[in-house]
């Protein structure tokens, strides 16, 4: 099966930025698209970004121009670099990705969540 760590959650200040990582390991023919998720308290996952193959990118209207997602293929690796953080981004962030552990055969991978804290 396929494993997702991810790295980089804290706590920071506004207008601070962090730095997250999520590596994919095991079984990989391709990985298809790759994102982050994020659930703060009382609300519902939001898809944050993601990125194709091809390095296309997504993102959502309220991190759009603060954030950038980015991946690098070698390393089954995918980053979400967040600047001008703000209260507002304070949730649990989830990497995804959608793996191929062999051609025609693709099942969606989730990281164990990493807590990202903005305080006021």
């Known amino acids: 099966q396929v494993r997702l760590v991810e790295s980089g959650g804290g706590l920071v200040q506004t207008g601070e930025s962090l730095r997250l990582s999520c590596a994919a390991s095991?079984?990989?023919?391709?990985?298809?698209?790759m994102g982050w998720y994020r659930q703060a308290p009382g609300k519902q996952r939001e898809l944050v970004a993601s990125?194709?193959?091809?390095?296309?990118?997504a993102y959502a209207d309220s991190v759009k121009g603060r954030f950038t997602i980015s991946r690098d293929n070698a390393k089954s690796t995918v980053y979400l670099q967040m600047n001008i953080l703000k209260p507002e981004d304070t949730a649990v962030y989830y990497c995804?990705?959608?793996?191929?552990?062999?051609?025609?055969?693709?099942?969606?991978?989730w990281g164990q969540g990493t807590q990202v804290t903005v305080s006021s």
């Open positions: 990125i194709s193959s091809s390095g296309y990118a």
């Open positions: 095991g079984i990989i023919f391709s990985i298809n698209v």
């Open positions: 995804t990705a959608d793996v191929r552990s062999s051609p025609g055969s693709s099942n969606l991978y």
